[in-house]
T-cell receptor
Framework: GNSVTQMEGPVTLSEEAFLTINCTYT??????LFWYVQYPGEGLQLLLK?????DKGSNKGFEATYRKETTSFHLEKGSVQVSDSAVYFC?????????????FGTGTLLAVQP | DAGITQSPRHKVTETGTPVTLRCHQT?????MYWYRQDPGHGLRLIHY???????DKGEVSDGYSVSRSKTEDFLLTLESATSSQTSVYFC???????????????FGDGTRLSIL
C-alpha cells in the first residue's frame, strides 16, 4: 500500500540555518504530494504542494521538488526563523483519486533557536 | 482560513460513555474527514464523507461511527469511549478533484479528548 516516510525529529537549528526535512514515499501511480505545518495548539495548514514529477512547490521561503526517480519530496528552506518552529508533515494523495484521501508521515518537529 | 469549526475544543469523559464530536463547515465542500493524531503515528483517517449520507471507513474506524445529514455538518461518535481513544481529533474538508489533480485538505483546530 501507499506510505510516507519522514526523517525523525526533533530537528534543532539556529536561526538563519539551512533546513532540510527528508520525505520519501511509496505509491502506485503518480500521487500528489503535500507538506503541511502544525503550530502548537493549532490544526494543520497546507504549506505547499506538487501534483506531478519535477514540479516545485513553494511558499513562505519553503520549497520542495517532486522527484519521481528517487520517490522523494524533501522540504527545504534557506534561512529558518524562530517563527518556523512547528511540526511538519509530508503527505500523499492518490492522483486522480476522487476522494482526495491523504496518507501522512509521522511528522518532524523543528525547533529553531535564536 | 477555511471556515471549519470543531466542537467541543476540549472534553474529558469517562470510559463507557458516549461522545459526539461535531465538525461544521461554511465552505460547501463535498468531502469531509475525521482524523486522530497520536504521537508517533502522525494523522490517521477514521472515516470520511463524500456527500450527504455518503460515508466510508478509514484505516482506524473500529469503535467510531459518523453521520452527515447536511453538507455542512459531519459528526463523529464514540458509542462507548475507551481510554485508547484518548487523542486529538481533527476534521478536514476538501473540494471535488478537478482535471485529475487532487485538491488539498483544510483542517479545523482540533478537539482534545481525554477518556479516563
Amino acid at each position: 500500500g501507499n506510505s510516507v516516510t519522514q526523517m525523525e525529529g526533533p530537528v534543532t537549528l539556529s536561526e538563519e540555518a539551512f533546513l532540510t526535512i527528508n520525505c520519501t514515499y511509496t505509491a502506485t501511480g503518480y500521487p500528489s504530494l503535500f507538506w503541511y505545518v502544525q503550530y502548537p495548539g493549532e490544526g494543520l495548514q497546507l504549506l505547499l504542494k506538487a501534483t506531478k514529477a519535477d514540479d516545485k512547490g513553494s511558499n513562505k521561503g519553503f520549497e520542495a521538488t517532486y522527484r519521481k526517480e528517487t520517490t522523494s519530496f524533501h522540504l527545504e528552506k534557506g534561512s529558518v526563523q524562530v517563527s518556523d518552529s512547528a511540526v511538519y508533515f509530508c503527505a500523499l494523495s492518490d492522483r486522480g483519486g476522487a476522494t482526495n484521501k491523504l496518507i501522512f508521515g509521522t511528522g518532524t518537529l523543528l525547533a529553531v533557536q535564536p | 482560513d477555511a471556515g471549519i469549526t470543531q466542537s467541543p475544543r476540549h472534553k474529558v469523559t469517562e470510559t463507557g460513555t458516549p461522545v459526539t464530536l461535531r465538525c461544521h463547515q461554511t465552505e460547501n465542500h463535498r468531502y469531509m474527514y475525521w482524523y486522530r493524531q497520536d504521537p508517533g503515528h502522525g494523522l490517521r483517517l477514521i472515516h470520511y464523507s463524500y456527500g450527504v449520507k455518503d460515508t466510508d471507513k478509514g484505516e482506524v474506524s473500529d469503535g467510531y461511527s459518523v453521520s452527515r445529514s447536511k453538507t455542512e455538518d459531519f459528526l463523529l461518535t464514540l458509542e462507548s469511549a475507551t481510554s485508547s481513544q484518548t487523542s486529538v481529533y481533527f476534521c478536514a474538508i476538501s473540494e471535488s478533484s478537478a482535471g485529475g489533480s487532487n485538491q488539498p485538505q483544510h483542517f479545523g483546530d482540533g478537539t482534545r479528548l481525554s477518556i479516563l
